[in-house]
């Protein structure tokens, strides 16, 4: 099963990078190329009228092209994650995936520049070349001592950031975290000893960052894999290991642990013993960051220090210190100033903006994604989470501050509230906006049915769940078929072994759910054969019933068939104690940002409290993904300039929701262009109370709501999430017989949290 799983893993990743196209990324113009026009303005003779703009200015050269927005990722493959020297082409998938993270994070554009060049001069002398192209530089997986030369010759040469994120990416977090933790213990910079181990490119950042925060250089301790480094040593020490050469003799990290207030370790498992970690001093701080096995795991640090604090490099464990927290922020604060470097004072703005959001109260959005931590300042939360949605806006706006006011800004920015806004307004992007209910998922362990479990898109969703997720997977169907179903597919879940199979043809509770149907349905006109034969044919009513009696917390089903034949079951066996259908509501993620559509399947003609209804129903699961909803009412009518039936039922719905006083903005009734272009509403009906564009169109018919869907998918790229069904209590969900493996995985991270978990 183990092999099997490492397997499917292997093929997994593989076949996340080589289809549907190769590479994480690729390249999109940004402006219209439709007509004569547009190619005499993109090309010649238009584009010579920005050249001359240029020329004549250099700087605007962040105003006319990409320049201001575009960072390049370089690596000569000396140092690639723990792979070591595999050279520049192998590297290339890590430096897509580096500028993956900057995209997604901090909307930065990024080109990965692989060179085949280890002589650090020549390759610092290539670098600086760059320098038209880019607004900054990211230096990437380049061995020590070679990066520190790039890094230093390409700083004093080139008038734009240079930032070697294995060295200040990570010092960067582990200041962060080693000044909240010193806040936690109350212990000083200034009279803490540090024992350090790795003196890699990391491990040499972190300490010249402690430096800058207060260490006194007298109280560090630095130890490679042939002991401490000492004035004298024989055995290699670079220069920048010998500036924390400690006394004349040999010594291990043993000898010299004693009294330690933290161990920083940035080298390889075992490094650190608990006997070790028992000479430490009281409430000693173990940032044991070595992946993906640290020095020392943290159960063994608090078997001999139950007051310790703890941090590492791994997701399992609290206080994880990952560089993500870091690089995309400050490259984002760097870049809207036009920085001509990152300095001292940037980073260190940047380790205070990171460890005051720890210390600040949790976000509602993180508090929702990470359900069940530790998310209270203290020894288990040092450092915010990565996808807390507040760092861009504090991290990035903490680095513009600072590099205007150390005067290294060259497009100051006048408002740094206003900018501060804006960033946190572009954070909830593409797959990102489901990181919260992902997270939220984990936190809760339930049991969600599959009605169609023979299906090979359920089967490898099954399988995701079962890797991702904490929630436990039921299957309906033959286990003989699922069996096969899962070799031929080379998933390595097997019935039964993996996950809980019901089969209709022979499960021991067959009696127990025909006879809880019949109950329910027996003056509805079901006969105790025909129940026995629905209970034998019907995956749906048997998911509905398994959820009824308590075997399951969540049903999915839909991959095959009409949406309003499997709602029927659902309304027949789980419309109870106020519990209906209310609507269906489908997340379409668009590059620009989340849309949400009802009611798309249930209410073909909704009444106008229905249409209330949805509209109060689907503000509130957008808040499940960070989004403070704002609802359009949508008819063909404007504001009451046609008197059709969608635009009276929209009219009366809003009179419905005006009566509830809601929480949520909302306007109507309107077209969805106007919906969606404040613009043009403006021009429309100026005292409109919608600011902004909507996220949430509600319309009047489940034709117009599905088009709208369908359209969105299939002509502009978006991303569906859903259908959800509203009303249910999350005890079920039917999906579309289009639906992804990825799409069910979706939909089980939302039935897979309770509902009291978001209201």
């Excluded at 994650?81 to 192998?90: F, R, Y």
């Excluded at 173990?286 to 063994?300: G, M, Y």
């Excluded at 307004?425 to 593409?430: D, E, I, L, R």
């Excluded at 027996?522 to 629905?534: L, M, N, Q, W």
Aim: hydrophobic share 45%.
């Amino acid at each position: 099963m183990d092999e099997a799983r490492q397997d499917n893993a292997r093929q997994a990743a593989l076949d996340y990078h080589e289809f549907p196209k190769p590479g994480k990324l690729e390249i999109r113009a940004t402006k219209p190329l439709a007509n004569g026009r547009d190619l005499a303005r993109a090309y010649s003779p238009g584009v010579a009228e920005a050249c001359l703009e240029i020329k004549a200015d250099p700087a605007t050269a962040s105003r006319y092209t990409s320049r201001g927005n575009l960072v390049a990722v370089v690596t000569n493959g000396t140092a690639v994650l723990g792979l070591g020297n595999i050279g520049a082409l192998a590297s290339k998938p890590v430096m897509e995936g580096k500028a993956v993270l900057f995209k997604k994070f901090a909307n930065i554009d990024c080109f990965d520049i692989e060179v085949n060049e280890a002589d650090p001069y020549k390759l610092a002398d290539i670098v600086c070349a760059l320098e038209p192209t880019f607004g900054a530089i990211n230096l990437e997986d380049i061995k020590a001592p070679d990066c520190f030369i790039v890094e230093q010759l390409c700083r004093e040469r080139m008038n734009i950031p240079v930032f070697h994120d294995d060295q200040h990416g990570t010092a960067i977090v582990v200041g962060a975290a080693a000044t909240n933790a010193l806040h936690v213990s109350g212990k000083r910079f200034e009279d803490i000893k540090v024992v350090s181990t790795g003196g890699g490119a990391a491990g040499i950042a972190c300490l010249n960052m402690l430096l800058k925060l207060g260490v006194r250089r007298e109280n560090v301790w630095l130890c490679d894999i042939d002991g401490l480094v000492y004035h004298g040593r024989l055995s290699e020490t670079s220069t920048q290991k010998a500036a924390f050469a400690q006394g004349t003799t040999p010594a291990t990290v043993g000898d010299v642990i004693a009294g330690a207030d933290l161990f920083l370790g940035l080298s390889g498992p075992g490094v650190l013993t608990p006997e070790m970690v028992a000479k430490m001093a009281p409430a000693p701080i173990v940032f044991a960051l070595a992946n993906p096995t640290p020095e020392i795991l943290p159960d063994a640090v608090r078997a001999v220090a139950p007051d310790a604090i703890i941090a590492t490099g791994r997701s399992d464990f609290p206080n994880q210190v990952n560089n993500v927290l870091c690089f995309p922020f400050i490259f984002r604060g760097a870049l809207d100033v036009g920085a001509t470097t990152i300095n001292a004072e940037m980073e260190l703005a940047c380790i205070e903006g990171i460890a005051a959001l720890a210390r600040a109260t949790t976000s509602a959005e993180a508090a929702a994604a990470y359900k069940g931590e530790q998310l209270s300042f203290g020894p288990d939360y040092l450092i915010p989470k990565p996808f807390d949605p507040r760092l861009i806006g504090v991290v990035a706006s903490a680095v513009a501050k600072a590099a205007m006011e150390t005067g290294v800004a060259t497009r100051p920015i006048h408002d740094l509230e206003a900018y501060r806004e804006k960033l946190n307004g572009s954070v909830f992007k593409s797959a990102l906006i489901m990181r919260p209910v992902f997270e939220a998922a984990r936190q809760a362990t339930r049991r969600i049915v599959f009605a169609e479990g023979e299906d090979e898109r359920v089967l490898r969703a099954a399988n995701a769940m079962l890797e991702e997720m904490t929630d436990k997977p039921i299957l309906i169907g033959r286990p003989e078929v699922i069996a096969t179903r899962c070799e031929r597919a080379g998933l390595p879940i097997r019935p039964d072994i993996d996950f809980e199979i019901v089969n209709p043809e022979n499960d021991h509770r067959y009696r127990d759910y025909w006879t809880s149907y019949h109950e329910l349905m027996e003056r509805r006109g079901v006969t105790p054969d025909i129940a026995r034969a629905v209970m034998r044919t019907n995956t749906t009513a048997i998911a509905a019933i398994a959820v009824h009696r308590g075997d399951a917390e969540s049903m999915i089903c839909g991959t095959f068939g009409q949406y309003q034949w499997h709602l029927n079951y659902v309304r027949q066996i789980l419309a109870r104690g106020g519990l209906y259908p209310q609507g269906a509501l489908s997340l379409m993620i668009q590059e620009d940002g989340p849309l949400f559509v009802a009611d798309t399947h249930v209410n073909a003609v909704p009444t106008p409290q229905q249409i209330a209804q949805s509209a109060i129903s689907a503000a509130r699961h957008a808040r499940r993904f960070g989004v403070t909803p704002a609802v359009a009412l949508c008819s063909h009518s404007n504001f009451g300039n046609g008197d059709s039936d969608s635009g009276r039922r929209m009219r009366e719905a809003m009179q419905i929701l005006e009566q509830h006083e809601v929480d949520f903005s909302f306007e109507g009734e309107m077209s969805a262009d106007a919906a969606l272009d404040s613009d043009l509403r403006a021009r429309i009906f100026p005292s409109a109370r919608l600011v902004g564009a909507a996220n949430i169109l509600v319309f009047a018919y489940t034709d117009a709501a599905n088009t709208a869907r369908n359209m969105l998918k299939m002509k502009a790229g978006g991303l569906e999430v859903g259908p959800i069904l509203m009303g249910m209590g999350n005890l079920a969900h039917i999906v579309t017989p289009s639906i992804t493996a990825r799409g069910l995985l979706n939909i089980s991270a939302l039935a897979g949290t309770p509902v009291a978990h978001y209201g």
